[in-house]
């Protein structure tokens, strides 16, 4: 005899991830500038290893990436929202990454934020790094065998990048990238979203020289 179950589902605490392609970006344009921060200003060490990692700059932008973030915070408040059910997110900060063949990122997350991104200005071949999500709750202690046989039981994705991808995420959730193994600079933009309440209160870093992208331009 079969047993009725009337049952209701909750999804608690889901860690989404969305890979999205921007087409129509003018990357060119935002790898220009790109460099001139690595030429022009100092950087830090946060979780790169090697490579270049800007502070966190606002202002002034080229036109294309002031478009793109423009897009990208919509894409968040409007597509993303849809699962999270939190809309009227605002660009918090962003910094540049460029890391030369060898360099990579170790695991992270970025605290005092919502939501984050990153996008790939210049990223080819297989073997440029994968971005990597890592799971952060001990599942791999209890999995056994359902270790990584699906979406519910994976410890870790990795997603390989190519020019113009996206990746949005929660901030808390722990990733990483691998080395690029190729002989080409991988480039790309982070980016974090924040509620209105946290504006203000994490002042981003302004170099007064970066005043003079304006005449690069």
Sequence with gaps: ???????????????????????EVDNEAIKEYCYFLQENTEGVVISNRGGFHSKEIIQPLPDALTELFTNI???????????TGLNGLVLGNFWVNIN???????????????????????????DIGNFVAERDDNAEFFLGSYKNTSGF???????TPNAGNLAIF??????SVEPNCTNKDRI??????????????????HDPYIQDYETFQ
């Design 73 to 83: 915070e919509a894409f968040v408040n409007e597509y993303c929202s849809q699962i």
């Design 188 to 205: 790309s933009i982070a980016m974090n979203f924040i509620g209105q309440d946290q504006i203000g209160k994490e002042v981003p870093v």
């Design 170 to 175: 929660p901030a808390w959730m722990y990733h």
């Design 100 to 126: 030369p063949p060898g360099c990579f990122n170790r695991r992270h997350d970025h605290q005092n934020s919502v939501m984050s991104g990153c996008y790939y200005v210049q990223a080819e071949g297989d």
């Design 153 to 159: 039981s994976g410890t870790s994705f990795g997603l």
């Design 1 to 23: 005899m079969s047993l009725e179950f009337v049952s209701k589902e909750h999804m608690l605490f889901p860690t989404p991830l969305w890979q999205v392609e921007v087409k």
